[in-house]
Structure formats: structure tokens, C-alpha cells
């Protein structure tokens, strides 16, 4: 669909020409491509879809969003085999905000002048990895350490401390499901009203995925496939079974191809490719959960999330095209909740590509295939969008405001970290031993389904937020059948949880 872009626009705008994404399913690892090779190939892509494949030989900068292969200058090889001679690299380090805050770095710089023509790029091959430990095989490896290591652009993601660690807070699909328990305490809402509820919210994002085909999943599925453990979806922490984890099981890459606006139309490129971006926003929240006031709101999404659509002069009910970073239902929720938005009444898709969980994306990249669907959408149905990232323990947080239309202003890049500076936190106690109130929990189960031990957070008398863990049977089984948050419970030295 065409829409108009006024001639008297700043030439130095940033706007997004072409983007791509590329998706692997090849049953045998050992010929399956690599992941600079699929990152490769959705350069050629993007620059296809801008319609200017010989324009990738004058990029000035390949910026790389990374991931669990160990590259020292992704971009560099990635340079050498689309022809980009000249391109200068960048790399970020691991979080899910990396795709959005490296986007908001090369819009600043084409904003500032310093650049003309940046291809961002991320991609994994993890499936056929796990494959080849399965098999028994090698995959190809393409690492060139002859090539000096990449330009950095943020470091590496803080989450949990080792206290936390060692009272059970290892990974993602331990903390989300935490929160998710505190989202269904403060609602009040009854076991089975929350898993109904959920089911059905997640119902909506594997609807999306259905009809992408990058997707991972694209098996449909209805409240009670997705919620209630089976042979095929078993529960992996509670609430959660293994549907609504997050999915990295993918050999996928995404590109964004961005110029100024001067350089898109010396290009020739049709305004009918044109997305800009106009606003990021980007805070943190402590980066240890311990630190937090409440496990079901987020301070930094909250400041970041508003002042970008204040930024924008819009409300949250004029945004056209919805991607809430969607790795676990709970992180949907905060974000819908912090923005003003009910998802059980807005009809609009929360997700441009059927997030996370059913479209699958590699490591740190779960953005970058968001932001290539969304502009597709924005190109299909004209207007504006609005993109979540999250990263860490709901620690990191970027948004993104996209539209067809110029922005009214320059380009804004909005840093949010002293607002949220000045809001209160929690002082963490983390010898404590006695009594305290629980305010989240979860369940890990097994591979085979069984309850193997529970991790809870509970806040003490003043104030603090401590962790205990158990695996008593009897524990793990009240814990299953009953909302205990709320509940006194009683920690020792060694941090073992009694109810």
C-alpha cells in the first residue's frame, strides 16, 4: 500500500528501507547453515527488499546483536561475504533490549551525520546445534579469529546476584513464573481463573504465529493446549508448561537496513518502503529482583514505556501495531500493565510475529525478527507502532515508537535512567532467618513432568525481599494445589522454605 512522505523532510532522518528474515528447518545439522551464513544471507536479503541489493558494498557500519556463538567480529566476516568492504563493526553484548537500544545507537548516529547506511543483523543456528549433540555429529563452524574483535556497544547483561543464584533464581523460566504467581495474587484471582485467563492471552499470540511463516510453532492451539500439561507440553515451572517458555530452538536471523532519508532517495528506494523510526526510550530497573519494590510492576518499564508515547504526543489507544516482548506471559502482562492497556479488552495484536514462545528467535534477537514483522505490517496497513524489548530478570527495558509517516521532530534517543533513579527500592537482607510474608513463587518440575523443588520470594518484616527454596513433597504439592502468596513462611540459615 502507498503512502506519502512529504518532500520537505530533514535529509539527516533515519528511516528503515529493507528488512528480512531467513529461517532454517533442515533435518541434517551437518549441512544446515551457520549462523553468520544465515546473518549473511539476511543482509542480501534486506538489501533485496529495499530493492538496492548493490547498495550493501557502500555500508558504513554492520552492527551485530549477539549471541551465544563466540564470533569476536561477527560483522567483519559477515562484511567479507556480502562485498561490504568498507563497513565498520559493532557488537552488543546478550539481552533481549539489544536489537532496539543497537537500532536507537545507529538512528542517533544517521540523526547526528555520522553515518548514511547501517545494516543491523542477528541470527543463531541453536537447532541445528542441539541436533548435532543429539546425533552425535559436527556442525560447520565459520569462526575467523584472524580478524580483530568488534567495537562493543553495551556490556554484558547484570541479573541475579550469587546469593540469589544460590537460593534458586538460575534462569528466566525461574523468575517469570515467579512473577506470574505475584500477577495472579494481585489480581485475585483463583488458580483456575488465572490459568484460563493466561491460556487465553496466549492463545492470541499463537493465532499470530499461525500465519508467520518463520514461526517455530505453527500448531494451533487453544487455552487448554497451552496451559495444561500433556505428553507434549509438559509443565516445566509452574504455571508455565513448556509452550509458554520461551523458545530459542531456532536457526533464524533478521536484518534492518537503515539510511538517512537524503541517502534512500539518491538510492532511488520507494517511499512505499519507508518506515521511520522516531522515538526510543530505554531504562532499568536494579538488575537484582531482591532490590525491587514489587514483582508484578516494573518502575523502568513504566517511565520508559510512557515517556515515549508522551514523546510521540500519542496515547497508548492511538498506537495502530503492538509487539509486547511476549518471552513469558508474565512479561506481557507488566509491560500491558505499565502502558495503560488491558489485554483482555483490546482487540489489537499484541504481537507483530507471534512473540517468543511460538515464533522462536535466536538468542538476544527475539526483537530484531519482531521489528522486521512489524515494519512489514506497517507497510501492509499504514500507521504507527510500538515495540517492547525486555531484558534480564524484567530488568532491561527499550521501546521503540515506528511509523510510515516522517516524524514532526528529529529523530529522539530518550535515556530515562534519572527518573527512574529517584524511585524507592528495597535494602536485601540476605542472611536473614525466620519469618516472612510470600510475594511470589514457582514449581520446577523434571523432564518427566515431576515436581523437583520450588523457589519462592518473600518479604520480611522490614521490608527486605529474601529467597528460600525446598523440595519437600508435601511442600511442592500445597504449593501446586493453593495460592500461598500471602502466606507466613519460615526460612533457615541454609535458606530451606517451610510453610
Known amino acids: 500500500?502507498?503512502?506519502?512522505?512529504?518532500?520537505?523532510?530533514?535529509?539527516?532522518?533515519?528511516?528503515?528501507?529493507?528488512?528480512?528474515?531467513?529461517?532454517?528447518?533442515?533435518?541434517?545439522?551437518?549441512?544446515?547453515?551457520?549462523?553468520?551464513?544465515?546473518?549473511a544471507d539476511a543482509c542480501r536479503s534486506a538489501a533485496i527488499d529495499a530493492r538496492k541489493l548493490s547498495a550493501l558494498t557502500r555500508l558504513d557500519m554492520i552492527a551485530v546483536v549477539g549471541g551465544l556463538w563466540s564470533h569476536p567480529n561477527p560483522g567483519?566476516?559477515?562484511?567479507?561475504?556480502?562485498?561490504?568492504?568498507?563497513?565498520?563493526?559493532?557488537?552488543?553484548?546478550?539481552?533481549?533490549?539489544?536489537?532496539?537500544?543497537?537500532?536507537?545507537?545507529?538512528?542517533?548516529?544517521?540523526?547526528?551525520?555520522d553515518l548514511e547506511m547501517a545494516m543491523m543483523v542477528g541470527g543463531e543456528a541453536f537447532r541445528s546445534r542441539r541436533?548435532?549433540?543429539?546425533?552425535?555429529?559436527?556442525?560447520?563452524?565459520?569462526?575467523?579469529?584472524?580478524?580483530?574483535?568488534?567495537?562493543r556497544?553495551?556490556?554484558?547483561?547484570?541479573?541475579?546476584?550469587?546469593?540469589e543464584e544460590s537460593r534458586g533464581l538460575v534462569e528466566p523460566s525461574v523468575f517469570y513464573p515467579i512473577v506470574e504467581t505475584a500477577i495472579r495474587h494481585d489480581r485475585g484471582e483463583t488458580i483456575e481463573q488465572h490459568r484460563i485467563r493466561i491460556g487465553e492471552l496466549w492463545t492470541r499470540f499463537n493465532a499470530v504465529a499461525m500465519e508467520n511463516p518463520h514461526s517455530a510453532t505453527r500448531t494451533p492451539m487453544n487455552a487448554d493446549d497451552i496451559t495444561l500439561p500433556s505428553i507434549d507440553n509438559r509443565m516445566v515451572a509452574s504455571p508455565y508448561t513448556k509452550v509458554m517458555m520461551a523458545n530459542n530452538s531456532v536457526d533464524q536471523a533478521s536484518a534492518v537496513f537503515l539510511t538517512s532519508v537524503a541517502l534512500a532517495r539518491r538510492l532511488g528506494v520507494p517511499s512505499d518502503q519507508w518506515v521511520f523510526p522516531w522515538i526510543s526510550s530505554r531504562a532499568n530497573d536494579p538488575a537484582s529482583p531482591s532490590r525491587r519494590i514489587s514483582l508484578y510492576r516494573s518502575v523502568g518499564a513504566r517511565v520508559a514505556g510512557r515517556k515515549a508515547l508522551l514523546r510521540a504526543r500519542l496515547s497508548i489507544d492511538e498506537i495502530d501495531h503492538l509487539d509486547l516482548y511476549a518471552c513469558f506471559p508474565s512479561s506481557v502482562q507488566v509491560c500491558a500493565t505499565e502502558l495503560g492497556l488491558d489485554p483482555a479488552t483490546d482487540t489489537r495484536p499484541l504481537t507483530a510475529n507471534g512473540g517468543l514462545t511460538f515464533a522462536g528467535a535466536p538468542h538476544s534477537n527475539s526483537v530484531g525478527q519482531s521489528l522486521a514483522a512489524l515494519v512489514d505490517r506497517l507497510r501492509s496497513t499504514p500507521g504507527i507502532g510500538l515495540l517492547y524489548a525486555n531484558g534480564g530478570?524484567?530488568?532491561?527495558?527499550?521501546?521503540?515508537?515506528?511509523?510510515?509517516?516522517?516524524?514532526s521532530n528529529r529523530y529522539q534517543s530518550v535515556d530515562c535512567a534519572a527518573e527512574v533513579a529517584t524511585q524507592p527500592t528495597r535494602t536485601p537482607d540476605p542472611d536473614y532467618v525466620g519469618q516472612a510474608i510470600v510475594d511470589g513463587y514457582t514449581v520446577r518440575h523434571d523432564r518427566d513432568g515431576q515436581p523437583s523443588e520450588a523457589v519462592?520470594?518473600?518479604?520480611?518484616?522490614?521490608?527486605?525481599?529474601?529467597?528460600?527454596?525446598?523440595?519437600n513433597h508435601g511442600t511442592l504439592q500445597r504449593l501446586l494445589a493453593y495460592d500461598i502468596v500471602g502466606s507466613i513462611c519460615e526460612l533457615d540459615k541454609q535458606g530451606i522454605v517451610a510453610l
Open 131 to 151: 541436533r548435532a549433540r543429539r546425533f552425535g555429529v559436527q556442525v560447520r563452524l565459520d569462526v575467523d579469529t584472524s580478524l580483530p574483535p568488534a567495537e
Open 76 to 113: 567483519g566476516k559477515v562484511a567479507g561475504a556480502i562485498g561490504a568492504t568498507r563497513a565498520s563493526t559493532l557488537l552488543t553484548g546478550l539481552s533481549g533490549t539489544s536489537p532496539q537500544r543497537l537500532l536507537d545507537h545507529l538512528a542517533t548516529r544517521i540523526a547526528d551525520g
Open 153 to 163: 556497544y553495551e556490556g554484558s547483561l547484570e541479573m541475579a546476584t550469587p546469593h
Open 456 to 471: 519462592v520470594a518473600a518479604l520480611t518484616d522490614n521490608g527486605a525481599r529474601v529467597w528460600g527454596k525446598t523440595a
Open 1 to 39: 500500500m502507498q503512502h506519502a512522505v512529504s518532500m520537505a523532510i530533514d535529509p539527516l532522518t533515519p528511516v528503515i528501507i529493507g528488512v528480512a528474515q531467513v529461517t532454517d528447518r533442515v533435518d541434517n545439522p551437518e549441512v544446515a547453515r551457520t549462523a553468520l551464513e544465515l546473518m
Open 393 to 407: 530478570y524484567l530488568g532491561k527495558h527499550a521501546f521503540g515508537v515506528y511509523s510510515t509517516a516522517p516524524p
